[in-house]
């Protein structure tokens, strides 16, 4: 198995290599030169797998025996995913009226990042310890990645965590999962700015091949291919539980299923897509709030960001700049690294760009979208109560939105994703006029220390965050080579 860039400069990686690094160094981003394939036996095979089986053997496709021995992958995982909450690691809630939902946030930081980032911070580990290495993770978050790299990746030795949130659009417990951490390792920016915002310095310091190289930088954003890859399990064990499969022919026709993911990066819905491609028959939903390019790419072509990013009830998909859309643009296009450049090189350079409409088509062909207010979500969540006694958060709201707004065929099943547990967004809980037992971890986080630094905002502030962020990248370094601790 090797990777290629999406942008078509880059060929012949290893996943090592991958695992080790964020955008490609043409811009791009990592994927598979070839997708295996699920056929109808193996999807059978794994049925009634464990989670943490499944999720062993879907990074087996992709992560050669000779890099991670599949003895050594089976030990990564079972660690990775030992200390969620339920001993199913996830889990379906089946409702009323056909409403299933995917749990997917019973981790450490009550997230769907916790799943990818807790295994893909093992595979660091793996190697860091095995060559004896360091590495600095760069994360830029909209939310819920910051606090699941810190707590994945808190007092490892071989790694540096910097992450940087947008101050004042996060709730308090995704900003107390960061600011809180007071572990050597971890260093936490918040910025006077937008998530997209963040994404521009970021982007510059891994342009910078010598700083990449010389500091071993790295992205946990779902830019990292390890991260998509493990999402590609909650599309399929979502499949095996809700999709009737076991009633069809054994050498018959396997059925559909739709599965809605609330959008913002684009990471769930790449993964979705991925699997599609893989030979598992979804239907991909993508639901968006008022941040909604992905739903202006698909009904109309308009792939350009807004002026500005609104603040929602959803604040994790408040997000203009969806950048796993260029791993589906890929596929989409038959693996035309030319024109996924200069597609992406324009909306990079302009923030807009018009998809022509036989891309567009090709688009709407393989992903339906809708988008939801605030006051949908607030509709959502309270109807949700009202019938089952469920309490959704905003964004897995986005996305169930769907549910009672667009009724389906009894013959097709249908799977809604929850991201985040409800605990994360007080506010919106209380402001839909209901309530939700915070669970004793959550209430803990008040009680304790903090330390962060702030980057402001001032004319030439992209340039500004660059240089205050490769300082710190510098430091820290030199204090490592004395074999220092940096907090004193």
């Not at 390019?293 to 109309?300: D, F, K, L």
């Not at 807004?306 to 859309?325: E, F, G, K, R, S």
């Not at 709407?364 to 939801?372: D, E």
Request: charged letters at 20%; glycine letters at 8%; hydrophobic letters at 40%.
């Amino acid at each position: 198995m090797q990777y290629c860039s999406t942008r078509g400069g880059v060929r012949g990686w290893n996943f090592r290599d991958v695992l080790f690094s964020g955008y490609a160094p043409d811009g791009g981003m990592f994927m598979p030169e070839s997708l295996p394939t699920l056929s109808p036996d193996t999807l059978r095979g794994w049925r009634g797998l464990p989670y943490t089986k499944l999720v062993v053997e879907v990074a087996s496709l992709f992560v050669p025996t000779q890099l991670i021995p599949r003895e050594d992958l089976e030990v990564l995982v079972g660690e990775a995913l030992s200390g969620f909450s339920v001993p199913e690691v996830v889990r379906v809630a089946r409702l009323k009226d056909g409403l299933s939902v995917l749990e997917l946030f019973h981790g450490q930081t009550l997230a769907f990042k916790d799943l990818a980032m807790t295994c893909t911070v093992r595979f660091l580990n793996y190697f860091l310890q095995k060559e004896n290495h360091r590495a600095t993770v760069v994360v830029g978050t909209s939310g819920d990645t910051g606090g699941s790299a810190i707590q994945s990746a808190k007092g490892l030795s071989g790694l540096e965590v910097m992450v940087v949130y947008p101050r004042g659009r996060i709730t308090p417990v995704q900003e107390k999962h960061m600011i809180t951490c007071l572990e050597d390792n971890v260093h936490v920016f918040a910025a006077n700015g937008t998530s997209d915002d963040i994404d521009q310095p970021l982007r510059r310091l891994f342009a910078d091949q010598d700083l990449v190289k010389s500091y071993g930088l790295m992205s946990l954003n779902s830019v990292n291919w390890s991260r998509v890859m493990i999402q590609l399990a909650h599309f399929i064990y979502t499949y095996l539980e809700l999709s009737g499969m076991e009633q069809a022919e054994a050498d018959g026709e396997l059925p559909e299923l739709e599965v809605v993911v609330p959008t913002g990066g684009a990471g769930n819905i790449a993964a979705g897509y991925i699997v599609k491609q893989m030979g598992l028959p979804l239907k991909l939903v993508a639901m968006v709030n008022s941040n909604d390019i992905v739903h202006r790419a698909v009904t109309t072509g308009d792939f350009s960001m807004a002026a500005d990013v609104t603040q929602t009830l959803a604040p994790a998909i408040d997000i203009q700049d969806p950048y796993n859309m260029e791993r589906v643009f890929w596929l989409l296009l038959g693996r035309d690294g030319a024109s996924v450049k200069n597609m992406m090189e324009e909306f990079q350079q302009s923030h807009r760009h018009s998809l022509p409409e036989n891309h567009r088509k090709l688009l709407s062909q393989v992903l339906s979208t809708g988008t939801v207010t605030d006051e949908g979500i607030l509709e959502t969540m309270k109807r949700c109560w009202d019938e089952n006694q469920y309490v959704l958060c905003p964004h897995t709201a986005v996305a169930v939105w769907h549910h009672y707004h667009c009724p389906h065929s009894p013959r097709l099943n249908r799977c809604y994703i929850a991201t985040a547990s409800p605990a994360k967004f007080q506010a919106a809980v209380e402001k839909a006029g209901l309530t939700f037992d915070l669970p004793q971890a959550v209430l803990e986080l008040d009680k304790l220390a903090t330390r962060y630094e702030n980057l402001e905002r001032s004319v030439t502030w992209c340039k500004d965050w660059e240089d205050r962020l490769r300082e710190k990248i510098q430091s820290v370094s030199a204090v490592r080579k004395n074999r220092g601790t940096y907090y004193i």
